[in-house]
């Protein structure tokens, strides 16, 4: 909870001696990741067969032959694009705006001093421990109150279009990342924002030019977990969008379900290229995940 | 937005002051108090409006019976109505929450374990240490919905790699289908995921312990166990309150994964799902959810106020 990137540990070079403790302890950690990797490794085993192949022999047996077919599949018949673009649609204004709210407020209250900076943080971290069921169903009912053009929904009101899906992820994800934000932004130098106003620099510039760009490595752990949660969202679109056509790709799956039919290869296929985004994001912005996490520790 | 201060700077109650700085201007130009309003008014109006309203909203309305499609007139107030049928007729609530609970005890036992052990063990210089965590911090990214997915490749009693691993092939078990062992099967994955979460905190946890306390107690000749436990282990207090929070508030959340699996039920109702089965389930209604909601918000605030207290108590002393 320490507001500091993890740093990358320097390497040491030193002569180590093979002990069986060593021995022991990497073996251990071994197995211990390789059953980690294992249901995903089914996953992918399973999708990489062929329907005939695993019928007749089973899913537990040596493939006969491997194809890519099962992916090219399910993208055609689960209309993978459409959905990879519903979640697009959602997941990048709603980090964007996110991001942009709570470095707001994360300024405001690490910065300046007012009564209540603290009753305002706390709000902003307790609603974001808030189990969402809590506020589901009034989000549900209000949704279908508040108007919007037709152009942006459909329904002429919030429920069932994304553009709820999207507040309702800046709103609840807000919390959080204030949090993180304000916490990161009070370690950085008072004396510095304070020579930007003895200059003359409004409020708004010390916001934007001097305080947002210090805090890139925060807002960049932050992006990347955000990116994933957003993502892998189920519950909000679940609820608020009832029209299967705009829902967002991890919602959508219960609804390939059925179209896939029981035939578990094609579900490994699906299941894998849904997960890909999130898994390409991990494997490439791995340091940023886990900074992100380690820096909020307060998410589940 | 009247009384519009600089931020003093916090003074520790004990120790050396810190620099003493002058008197400053304290006075904002008109648009700067405009713009910093606007700031941290339009974020919190959002926050507030779409999630603590709602959570008002739900307060109030499982005082009530409707069935939340009709206007606001239909509401009819019944009292503590809905909780009295909860606790005494609803068949699905008592399950529910020993799932819940089990859920909970589950987490708190299993991942919270393996996460430690595994955090303890790469806590040191060892080669691979970087493979070996993103191994295990992978699942963290997959959602639980995916993992639903992706484990009843494992589970199915067709062709199941459990069933097959077991050699349970020519009677194989229905591990997601049997309400006995479900929830149990269910656990696993979650569990599956949640440990590299917790091992990461404790990782974390553990780079921030000072090694002077470890060589200290070396010194006095403890020895790597009693270290741990006597010394390691307590001072990594708020690392376990946060796991703490993480694993109660996560148990409190779990929905993806069995809705994915059966829509909860059959051996796997969750509170959650009680909730939600009144607007997008069969049930419509909203007195009673909302009553099971104000029961979940009940229990996740018992976590949350005393992490608040722990939190911005400690804020305010440093």
């Not at chain 1, 993208?75 to 942009?100: K, Q, S």
């Not at chain 1, 959508?252 to 490994?268: C, H, M, R, S, V």
């Not at chain 2, 509170?271 to 089965?277: G, N, P, Q, R």
């Amino acid at each position: 909870m320490t507001a500091t990137l993890e740093r990358p540990s320097v390497p040491v070079v030193k002569k180590r001696t093979v002990t069986p403790a060593r021995v022991a302890l990497h073996t251990f950690l071994i197995l211990t990741c390789l059953m980690t990797l294992a249901p995903l490794l089914w996953a992918v085993y399973a999708s990489l067969r062929t329907y005939d192949d695993t019928s007749v022999n089973g899913y537990f047996s040596i493939a006969k032959s491997l194809t890519l077919e099962n992916f090219a599949k399910a993208w055609e018949i689960g209309d993978l694009p459409h959905f990879y673009w519903n979640t697009f649609l959602i997941t990048i204004p709603a980090l964007i705006i996110t991001l942009l709210l709570s470095s707001m407020v994360a300024f405001g209250v690490s910065r300046f001093s007012f009564k209540f900076n603290l009753a305002l943080l706390m709000i902003f971290t307790a609603g974001n421990l808030l189990p969402q069921q809590v506020v589901v169903t009034p989000l549900w009912r209000l949704y279908r109150l508040i108007e919007v053009p037709e152009w942006i929904s459909a329904s002429g009101s919030l429920i069932d279009s994304q553009l709820g899906v999207i507040l309702i992820h800046i709103a609840f994800q807000s919390g959080f990342c204030t949090f993180v934000l304000s916490n990161y932004m009070k370690t950085i130098p008072y004396e510095l924002t304070e020579a930007a106003r003895v200059d003359g620099a409004s409020v708004f510039r010390q916001y934007w030019q001097l305080t947002l760009p210090l805090c890139r490595p925060v807002l960049a752990a932050l992006a990347t977990l955000e990116f994933t949660w957003i993502y892998n969202d189920f519950l909000w679109a679940l609820v608020l969008i009832q029209d299967g056509d705009k829902m967002p790709v991890t919602s959508a799956l219960q609804n390939l379900k059925g179209t896939f039919f029981t035939d578990n290869n094609l579900i490994a296929a699906g299941s894998l290229l849904v997960a890909l985004p999130t898994l390409v994001v991990f494997f490439v912005l791995q340091r940023q995940f886990v900074g992100g996490l380690t820096l909020g520790s307060t998410k589940g | 937005m009247t009384a519009l201060q600089e931020k003093p700077k916090a003074v520790a109650p004990q120790g050396p002051p810190p620099r003493r700085r002058g008197k400053r201007a304290t006075a904002l130009a008109g648009t700067d108090k405009l713009v910093l309003g606007l700031m941290l008014g339009i974020p919190t109006i959002v926050h507030v409006l779409f999630v603590w309203i709602p959570a008002l909203g739900s307060i109030a309305l499982s005082f009530s019976r409707w069935n939340g499609i009709g206007g606001f007139e239909d509401i009819e107030w019944i009292g503590v109505g809905n909780y009295v049928e909860i606790f005494t007729e609803y068949p699905r609530f008592w399950p529910a929450v020993q799932h819940n609970l089990i859920w909970l005890a589950f987490l708190l036992i299993v991942p919270t374990c393996a996460g430690l052990l595994l955090a303890v063990l790469l806590d040191r210089e060892l080669k691979f240490s970087r493979i070996y965590q993103s191994a295990l911090y992978m699942p963290m990214v997959l959602s639980l919905a995916l993992i639903g997915f992706i484990w009843q490749l494992i589970y199915t009693p067709d062709g199941g790699l459990l069933n097959s691993l077991l050699g349970l092939s020519d009677k194989p078990v229905d591990w997601i289908g049997d309400s006995d062992i479900n929830l149990y099967a269910v656990l696993v994955a979650a569990a599956w995921r949640h440990t590299g979460y917790i091992m990461l905190l404790y990782l974390a946890g553990l780079k921030g312990v000072d090694p002077s306390l470890k060589e200290a107690a070396a010194l006095d000749g403890a020895s790597a166990t009693q270290t741990f436990f006597r010394v390691t282990f307590p001072v990594m207090k708020p690392v376990n309150i946060v796991v703490a929070v993480v694993t109660v508030i996560e148990a409190l959340r779990a929905f993806d994964i069995v809705y994915v699996i059966n829509k909860g039920r059959n051996g796997l109702e969750l509170l959650s799902v009680l909730v939600t089965d009144n607007i997008i389930g069969e049930a419509s209604r909203i007195g009673r959810g909302s009553a099971v909601a104000v029961i979940l918000l009940t229990i996740s605030l018992g976590v949350i106020i005393p992490y608040l207290y722990q939190t911005f108590s400690k804020e305010n002393r440093s």
